[in-house]
């Protein structure tokens, strides 16, 4: 008789102090409130708008790695990764398409699917290009395995309607290659310029993230694709390794090909090509200070001048060292041997900035860009639109 009482005295103990803890569990596990996409944002009233397109959301950990472009009608097409499998780089995402009519200012609030995930992991990091013949390139990455992961090329000739079958641009070395969003580049003479930088083979026993950069170039409109003669290592002048990564591609007036790689180093290195990209002098640090973030350059087609957005690190709080903020805009009047006082974009300190696409629509720039707050969402989880005059660059 005293047993059994025993055991339900011990019980009811027991009882008593499991179902306060898993009341205090259930509430510690309580699912986050859905981030509001107006949470995400700041408005500086500096005439910038900031529309917070991208928000994170159910079954859609992260929006990145976008470009834009005119179409035939007037509107702007973005064309981003939408990730489905999580949050990281090789996760399972597609490509889809938001669009604009009134230059970048408001965009259609649902996705069409432009590319689904064709790849083993995934496919991600979009460029595109206008060609000569009127048709649009779409260029992103097909990821199979950390061994093969490589930029592919689709066409469309009724302005993004639907596309062309995928063409692979790298067959000369399966390899691990990184081609940045908004990356691919034409030539004045109409020559396509692919900036890579490769981390691995099958051959490689491991990874080299410090990065081997290239670039693999076409005569024939993407038809077939050669790799170029130099490869670029970064070093410091007493021969020591710098990672040298996500390499970005600028036509000079001059002629002459600028590369820009984001480094570890403290500034974003650069080097020159005289001949299309085929050869390149050797790594160089430029005036742009940064974290290990790349950067994007483009030519502004109302001056001529070249546009660089990045994280100016340059005289900032040592506190900030390593973080991709604060986000500035600048130009050039010398093809970027130096830079005008910068634009302030974005400063949250706990901000996340980078992976910039760079359109121009009216007398606007049009930025799409990762922009996470580190306190209530991840570093690469949220697409915003950053828009404003051209004029405000030489004020």
Partial sequence: ?????????????????????AEKAAKTAAPRPPVRAADLVRDRGDGVDRIPLLPPGPGN????EGAMIALADGRLMLVYTHFTGGGGDHSAAHLAARFSSDQGKTWTPDDVVVVPNEGQWNVMSVSLLRMADGRIALFYLRKESANDCRPVLRFSSDEGKTWSEPRMCIE?????????????????GGQLVLPVCLHCTPA?????WAGICMCYLSDDCG????RSKSQLQGKTPDGKRVTTQEPGVVELKDGRLMLFARTTAGSQFVSYSTDGGDTWSPFQPSSLQSPCSPASIKRVPKTGDLLVVWNNHAGIDPAL???RTPLHAAISRDEGRTWQQPKVL??????????IAIAFAGDHVVLAHCSGDTKLVGHLSFTQITRFPIDSLYR
């Fill in 1 to 21: 008789m005293f047993r059994p009482l025993a055991s339900i005295l011990m019980w009811c103990c027991l009882l008593g102090a499991v179902v306060p803890a």
């Fill in 61 to 64: 950990p992260r929006n990145s």
């Fill in 172 to 188: 000369d070395e399966v390899g691990y290659y990184v081609m940045n969003n908004d990356r691919a580049v034409q030539l004045n």
């Fill in 204 to 208: 490689y026993e491991k990874p080299d």
């Fill in 223 to 226: 038809q077939t694709w050669r």
């Fill in 321 to 323: 060292k390593n973080k």
């Fill in 346 to 355: 974005e400063d949250n300190p706990d901000g996340w900035y980078c992976y």
